[in-house]
């Protein structure tokens, strides 16, 4: 099997598309998204101790979703890419938000979290469960214009997601693990429909 046929198997199996009421996912051609959350810049890409892998490079979601607009396949929020540019922390506020859903079509949330050796999951705000920023931000797009939400996870560990079947505009939730050097390349192949996301949990 060639390299690039390795990579598209891998991306396969590690994404887990574990909701997509509506068919919200894959985004149809040219759709407009608003990408929300600091885990689109700030990806955990692999384990921690002797789970930690050194690589040259890393690509997160921001970049793979960046990539697939230049492609003309989607039309990401120049104004929110900005501002998670300049502060990959930043919080929209409520209006924020509101401007958003007028421009755009969905609305993207990145959660990410680390795991492995020595950086178990607790039950604390950030890290089992939502920081308060999260939660924030949650709340604010459950309540805003925006029709459909997708949620993307970013992690190693379980984290609670008890959450996102009390919101109705929340609507595709996609487990992405830890994904590798190239992962930010792979959440935009599923986002965008190249890659069917096979991966199977024990109950799927």
């Not at 985004?27 to 050194?54: H, K």
């Not at 007028?102 to 950086?119: P, V």
């Amino acid at each position: 099997m060639t390299q690039k046929g390795i990579l598209r198997m891998r991306e396969q199996l590690i994404e887990f598309l574990l909701e997509n009421q509506n068919n919200t996912l894959p985004f149809p051609a040219g759709c407009r998204v608003a990408l929300f959350g600091q885990g689109q810049i700030n990806m955990t890409d692999g384990g921690t101790g002797s789970a930690r892998v050194i690589t040259a490079y890393v690509i997160n979601p921001l970049e793979g979703l960046s990539r697939a607009e230049k492609d003309g396949k989607i039309v990401i929020d120049s104004k929110l890419k900005e501002n998670y540019i300049a502060d990959p922390d930043f919080v929209p506020s409520p209006q924020d938000i509101a401007g958003a859903a007028e421009r755009n079509d969905i609305a993207c949330l990145f959660i990410s979290r680390n795991a492995g050796e020595g950086s178990d999951r607790k039950d604390l705000p950030g890290d089992f469960r939502l920081s308060e920023a999260e939660e924030q931000l949650i709340t604010a797009l459950a309540a805003s214009p925006f029709k459909n939400v997708a949620v993307i996870v970013n992690s190693g560990g379980m984290i609670d997601l008890s959450w996102f079947s009390k919101y109705e505009n929340f609507k595709s939730l996609l487990f992405v693990w830890q994904p590798g050097m190239e992962g930010g390349l792979a959440v935009a192949n599923i986002l965008c429909g190249d890659i069917n996301p096979s991966g199977r949990l024990a109950d799927t």
